[in-house]
Nanobody, 125 residues
Framework: QLQLVESGGGFVQPGGSLRLSCAAS????????IGWFRQAPGKGLEGVSC????????IYADSVKGRFTISRDNALNATYLQMDSLTPHDTGRYYC??????????????????WGQGTQVAVSS
């Protein structure tokens, strides 16, 4: 079964940090660009970050630049999203995605064919 499974979500106070993890099973991530999307309550899907197959190129949404860091470990078939200086605006469900686009990733949800079930992040005082 081909699947992505996220973990690491939870409740955190503003200014805190969380590290999301995503593990793939049934396929190898090294063939794909990987991304993270999120959906806040009552809002649409937002691209957060992506990383190219080689890991040499990353993209971040303006709203998370300087605070979030995406990484991948092809040997472990996993990807991570380190989230620092969290604010209530970061609250939402975070989805790990994978897709075979060009050599550079883009934050366009339609280009990703594999989606995890998501992990919930809540930032509140």
């Amino acid at each position: 079964q081909l699947q992505l499974v996220e973990s690491g979500g939870g409740f955190v106070q503003p200014g805190g940090s969380l590290r999301l993890s995503c593990a793939a099973s049934g396929f190898t991530l090294d063939r794909y660009n990987i991304g993270w999307f999120r959906q806040a309550p009552g809002k649409g899907l937002e691209g957060v970050s992506c990383i190219s197959r080689s890991g040499g190129s990353t993209i971040y949404a303006d709203s998370v630049k300087g605070r979030f860091t995406i990484s991948r470990d092809n040997a472990l078939n996993a990807t991570y999203l380190q989230m620092d200086s969290l604010t209530p605006h970061d609250t939402g469900r975070y989805y790990c995605v994978a897709g075979a686009q060009s050599s550079l990733c883009v934050l366009s949800s339609g280009l990703y064919v594999f989606w995890g079930q998501g992990t919930q992040v809540a930032v509140s005082s």
